[in-house]
C-alpha cells in the first residue's frame, strides 16, 4: 500500500510539473484583454526599415518599454534606434518608446531566456527568419513578422511546423501583409465582389491568365534627397531572397483577399501546376559601393560574380493555377529607375461581366489607378448600367469614390482621390493593431494561416523549379 501511494504521489507530482510548463506556455492565451501597455515588444535582429515603421506611431495597448537583441555590429539595429529616436523627437506627436538593448552572437538564446516581451516582431535578414520564428513560437512568444517568412523549401517546411506548434502553444503568428489597407485595394475587392458587375473570376488560359501582376522596383532609390542604404547581403538571395520569392507574397496574398475573400486555399488540393524561370539583374562594383557603402564585394557574394559583376537573381515568373484559375505574376529589380521615374506597377483581373485594371507608371505620374473595362462579350448598356449601379452602392460607405470615361472605347477611371488614401506607412499601423485584436479575441480566421501557407508554399516551390 505504502508503495502505491508513493507511486501515485509520483505521478501527482509530474502531472503538476508538466501543467506548471504548459502554463508557463499557454499563458498568453488569456494574457490579453485589450487594456493599455499589455503588449510588450521584443524587435529581433532589425535589419529592414519596416520593423521601425510598426513604432511609427504610439498605441494603447502596447507599453512604451521595448526589448531589442541584435548581434554585435549591425546596421540594421544603427539604422532602427535612429528612426525610433526620430519618433521620439519630432514636433508632431512624438512616441515615447524607451528601448533596452541587448546585442551579442547568442542574442537570440538571450531572447528566449529572458522572455521580457509577449510579441516578437522580425524584419531583416530573412535566412534565419523562419528559424527565428519557430524558436520564438517554441518559446510560447507571439510573432508578427515581415515577409517574406521563407525564402526556400526547407524554410517552407520550418514555417509549416511553427503554425502547426503555434497552436499547441496557443500563441499567433501574423505575416505583414499591408497592400490590404490600400484603399484602391480596397475599393477593387469591393467591385470583384459584386457579382451583378464582375461576374465570376474567368478561368484564363497559360497565355492569357484571369489574373496577371507585374511589378518593378529599384536597389537604389533617394529618399528626401537621401540615398536609401542597403545593407549588403540585400543583394545575396541566400539571406534576401529572390525576386520571386519576395515581392510576389504581396501580390498572392492580394490575389487570395480579393478574388477568394474567406476562403481557405489549401495548397495541397487547390494549387496546381506551379512553373517558373529567373534571370538576373547585373550590378558592378561601383553601383553596389553606392548602394551599401561599402568598398568591395563581401566574401558571400563572390560566387555570383561573373566578369567582375554581380549577378542578382531578383527577377522572375510564376505560373499556377488557384481553384481552377490561371495566373501570372512577373516581378524585376533595377539597380535605379530613370530620371523622373519611379517604381511601376501593372495588374488585370478578368471577370466576365467586367476587367479590372491597375497601372501605376509614367502616365498616372506613379501613382496607382484603377480602371475598369468591359469585356467584348457584354452589351454596352447593360454593362454601363451595372457601373453606375455598383459605384452608387461603393459611394454609401465610400462616399469620395467617383467614375469617369477614359479617352479608350470602354474604359472607365475609378477615382479615389490621393488625400483618401493612407500613405504606405500608415498600413503598418493598421496591421500591427489587426494582429492586437486578434490577440485578444483569439478568432483569427482559418483562411488567413491556410492562405499564408499556400503563398509560401507557392513563392518556394517556384524558386526550386526556377533553379532546376
Given amino acids: 500500500m505504502k508503495d502505491v501511494i508513493m507511486l501515485i504521489s509520483l505521478l501527482s507530482s509530474i502531472l503538476m510539473s508538466c501543467a506548471g510548463k504548459s502554463n508557463s506556455l499557454n499563458d498568453s492565451k488569456t494574457l490579453f484583454s485589450g487594456k493599455e501597455g499589455e503588449v510588450r515588444l521584443i524587435i529581433l535582429d532589425p535589419g529592414h526599415f519596416h520593423a521601425s515603421l510598426l513604432q511609427k506611431n504610439s498605441m494603447k495597448?502596447?507599453?512604451?518599454?521595448?526589448?531589442?537583441?541584435?548581434?554585435?555590429?549591425?546596421?540594421?539595429?544603427?539604422?532602427?534606434?535612429?528612426?525610433?529616436?526620430?519618433?521620439?523627437?519630432?514636433?508632431?506627436?512624438?512616441?515615447?518608446?524607451?528601448?533596452?538593448?541587448?546585442?551579442?552572437?547568442?542574442?537570440?538564446d538571450k531572447m528566449v531566456s529572458d522572455r521580457l516581451g509577449n510579441v516578437v516582431i522580425l524584419a531583416g535578414n530573412n535566412k534565419n527568419k523562419s528559424k527565428n520564428i519557430a524558436a520564438a513560437i517554441d518559446a510560447g512568444i507571439n510573432v508578427l513578422s515581415d515577409k517574406p517568412?521563407?525564402?526556400?523549401?526547407?524554410?517552407?517546411?520550418?514555417?509549416?511546423?511553427?503554425?502547426?506548434?503555434?497552436?499547441?502553444?496557443?500563441?499567433?503568428?501574423?505575416?505583414?501583409?499591408?497592400?490590404?489597407?490600400?484603399?484602391?485595394?480596397i475599393i477593387e475587392r469591393e467591385l470583384i465582389n459584386n457579382q451583378s458587375f464582375f461576374g465570376e473570376l474567368e478561368k484564363g488560359t497559360s497565355d492569357n491568365p484571369a489574373v496577371y501582376m507585374e511589378?518593378?522596383?529599384?536597389?537604389?532609390?533617394?529618399?528626401?534627397?537621401?540615398?536609401?542604404?542597403?545593407?549588403?547581403?540585400?543583394?545575396?538571395?541566400?539571406?534576401?531572397?529572390?525576386?520571386?520569392?519576395?515581392?510576389?507574397?504581396?501580390?498572392?496574398?492580394?490575389?487570395?483577399?480579393?478574388?477568394?475573400?474567406?476562403?481557405?486555399?489549401?495548397?495541397?488540393?487547390?494549387?496546381?501546376?506551379?512553373?517558373?524561370?529567373?534571370?538576373?539583374?547585373?550590378?558592378?562594383?561601383?553601383?553596389?559601393i553606392k548602394s551599401t557603402g561599402e568598398l568591395s564585394f563581401p566574401d558571400y557574394l563572390q560566387?555570383?560574380?561573373?566578369?567582375?559583376?554581380?549577378?542578382?537573381?531578383?527577377?522572375?515568373c510564376i505560373n499556377f493555377d488557384v481553384k481552377g484559375h490561371k495566373v501570372g505574376l512577373k516581378v524585376e529589380w533595377n539597380f535605379q529607375a530613370p530620371d523622373a521615374s519611379s517604381d511601376t506597377f501593372m495588374s488585370k483581373i478578368e471577370g466576365t461581366r467586367a476587367i479590372l485594371k491597375t497601372v501605376q507608371d509614367k502616365e498616372q505620374g506613379f501613382t496607382k489607378q484603377l480602371y475598369v473595362i468591359k469585356p467584348e462579350k457584354v452589351n454596352a448598356d447593360d454593362f454601363l448600367h451595372n457601373l453606375k449601379a455598383t459605384?452608387?452602392?461603393?459611394?454609401?460607405?465610400?462616399?469620395?469614390?467617383?467614375?469617369s470615361p477614359t479617352s479608350k472605347e470602354h474604359e472607365f477611371l475609378i477615382d479615389i482621390p490621393i488625400e483618401k488614401r493612407d500613405a504606405h506607412e500608415s498600413h503598418f499601423k493598421y496591421v500591427a493593431e489587426s494582429f492586437f485584436s486578434y490577440l485578444v479575441t483569439q478568432d483569427i480566421p482559418e483562411w488567413e494561416i491556410s492562405n499564408t501557407l499556400a503563398k509560401y508554399y507557392i513563392t518556394t516551390q517556384a524558386v526550386e523549379i526556377a533553379n532546376e
Wanted: proline share 4%; aromatic share 14%; charged share 20%.
Fill in 61 to 108: 495597448q502596447v507599453s512604451d518599454t521595448m526589448y531589442v537583441y541584435a548581434p554585435n555590429s549591425s546596421i540594421g539595429l544603427d539604422q532602427y534606434l535612429s528612426a525610433i529616436k526620430s519618433f521620439n523627437q519630432r514636433l508632431d506627436n512624438p512616441t515615447k518608446w524607451k528601448e533596452i538593448v541587448y546585442t551579442g552572437d547568442d542574442f537570440m
Fill in 303 to 316: 560566387k555570383y560574380i561573373e566578369n567582375s559583376t554581380l549577378q542578382v537573381y531578383s527577377n522572375g
Fill in 215 to 288: 511589378s518593378v522596383h529599384h536597389f537604389y532609390k533617394e529618399v528626401s534627397g537621401a540615398p536609401l542604404i542597403r545593407p549588403a547581403w540585400y543583394y545575396d538571395v541566400e539571406q534576401q531572397g529572390e525576386g520571386i520569392a519576395d515581392v510576389t507574397t504581396h501580390l498572392i496574398d492580394l490575389l487570395f483577399w480579393k478574388c477568394f475573400p474567406i476562403a481557405a486555399i489549401d495548397y495541397k488540393q487547390d494549387i496546381k501546376e506551379i512553373t517558373a524561370s529567373h534571370w538576373p539583374t547585373s550590378i558592378s562594383l561601383q553601383q553596389f
Fill in 391 to 403: 459605384i452608387d452602392n461603393i459611394q454609401i460607405k465610400y462616399p469620395f469614390v467617383t467614375v
Fill in 149 to 185: 517568412m521563407a525564402i526556400n523549401k526547407h524554410d517552407f517546411k520550418k514555417l509549416e511546423e511553427a503554425y502547426n506548434n503555434a497552436e499547441v502553444n496557443n500563441v499567433l503568428l501574423y505575416d505583414i501583409m499591408t497592400e490590404r489597407y490600400d484603399m484602391l485595394n
